[in-house]
């Protein structure tokens, strides 16, 4: 059996990072006037143009279907996003980011670059790419347990 000691509670540290990702994206969404929510779908369907549904967005960001379709209504009313229905399923909405949500997504985005550069502050260039690789590999191991476990 592998021993493995941490300096700390590792769980306390993944509520860390959560708690400055929120506190980072909550100030870019003000200087952009909307909501935490408006700002975490828009960076969310920026940064991952392939998950473009709601659905998408509850589910890799872990948050309530109400949460993702209230901000959604609200970009749509700004015109940040566009909704268009799957030419095979009618039923599926596709979202889009438009033109007018430019330079909010650049605003958010950059926030998100601040958010790394803070917690990899002090950390080379190699023990980040090592970093990034095991953390990788972590996901595809609670993949698989998941999937696994009753």
């Known amino acids: 059996m592998k021993k493995y000691e941490f300096k700390g509670n590792f769980l306390y540290y993944v509520r860390l990072l959560k708690k400055l990702h929120e506190k980072i994206l909550t100030n870019a969404a003000k200087k952009c006037d909307l909501t935490l929510p408006e700002a975490d779908v828009l960076l969310f369907l920026h940064e991952n143009?392939?998950?473009?549904?709601?659905?998408?967005?509850?589910?890799?960001?872990?948050?309530?279907r109400a949460y993702v379709s209230k901000a959604?209504?609200?970009?749509?009313?700004?015109?940040?996003?566009?909704i268009t229905h799957d030419k095979e399923d009618r039923r599926l909405q596709h979202l889009v980011i438009t033109e007018d949500a430019k330079k909010?997504?650049?605003?958010?985005?950059?926030?998100?670059f601040e958010f790394y550069d803070n917690v990899t502050a002090g950390i080379s260039t190699?023990?980040?790419?090592?970093?990034?690789?095991?953390?990788?590999?972590?996901?595809?191991?609670?993949?698989?347990?998941?999937?696994?476990?009753?």
């Open 72 to 82: 959604v209504e609200l970009l749509a009313k700004r015109k940040y996003i566009k």
């Open 104 to 112: 909010a997504t650049e605003i958010l985005s950059k926030a998100q």
């Open 126 to 150: 190699e023990e980040i790419a090592a970093m990034l690789r095991t953390i990788e590999r972590c996901a595809e191991n609670l993949d698989t347990g998941v999937e696994e476990r009753p």
């Open 49 to 64: 143009p392939k998950f473009d549904t709601a659905r998408d967005v509850a589910l890799y960001r872990e948050v309530s």
